[in-house]
């Protein structure tokens, strides 16, 4: 990770950030999404055949990700998925001030309540992890 972030540190990306060293909850989430790739194809093979309610917010200023692969994704993977561009949003919109964040998470709210019934409660798994303790170096101030 630190001989890539080295590496990548003056590439200018799409979205209008430089380098791919980037923090806190958005280095992580990308790390999740890098490891998890190879179940992600085949999650997106079942095009059209998935049933589970999907909600994406979308933030219309954002410079950290790239909407058009979200709007594709939304567009072309689900049935049942509702895509919503808060336009005056930047990256996080439940950060945003109270115009842009109350209509978010009333929306959030509005989704799950509309789809309780629709789903099913399943039971939690039995089994247990142990989290390994991160050992992190000066280059990794996202840890």
Same mark, same amino acid.
């Given at each position: 990770?630190?001989?890539?972030?080295? !590496?990548?540190?003056?590439?200018?990306?799409?979205?209008?950030?430089?380098?791919?060293?980037?923090?806190? =909850?958005?280095?992580?989430?990308?790390?999740?999404? $890098?490891?998890?790739?190879?179940? +992600?194809? =085949? +999650? /997106?093979?079942?095009?059209?055949?998935?049933?589970?309610?999907?909600?994406?917010?979308?933030?219309? #200023?954002?410079? @950290?990700?790239?909407?058009?692969?979200? @709007?594709?994704?939304?567009? /072309? =993977? +689900?049935?049942?998925?509702?895509? @919503?561009? &808060?336009?005056?949003?930047?990256?996080?919109?439940?950060?945003?001030?109270? =115009?842009?964040? $109350?209509?978010? #998470?009333? !929306?959030? &709210?509005?989704?799950?309540?509309?789809?309780?019934?629709?789903?099913?409660?399943?039971?939690?798994?039995? $089994?247990? @992890?142990?989290?390994?303790?991160?050992?992190?170096?000066?280059? /990794?101030?996202?840890?």
């Amino acid at each position: 990770m630190q001989g890539l972030c080295l !590496e990548e540190r003056d590439t200018l990306y799409p979205a209008g950030h430089t380098g791919l060293c980037i923090g806190s =909850a958005t280095a992580n989430m990308a790390e999740q999404i $890098t490891k998890m790739y190879g179940d +992600f194809t =085949a +999650f /997106q093979a079942q095009a059209g055949n998935l049933q589970v309610p999907i909600l994406m917010q979308q933030a219309g #200023l954002d410079r @950290t990700v790239v909407n058009p692969p979200m @709007t594709d994704f939304c567009d /072309q =993977a +689900f049935d049942h998925c509702t895509l @919503t561009e &808060y336009a005056g949003s930047q990256h996080n919109i439940w950060w945003e001030t109270d =115009a842009i964040r $109350t209509p978010a #998470l009333n !929306e959030v &709210y509005a989704f799950y309540d509309g789809h309780a019934a629709t789903t099913t409660t399943t039971a939690p798994p039995t $089994t247990t @992890t142990t989290q390994k303790k991160k050992s992190c170096k000066w280059w /990794q101030w996202w840890c």
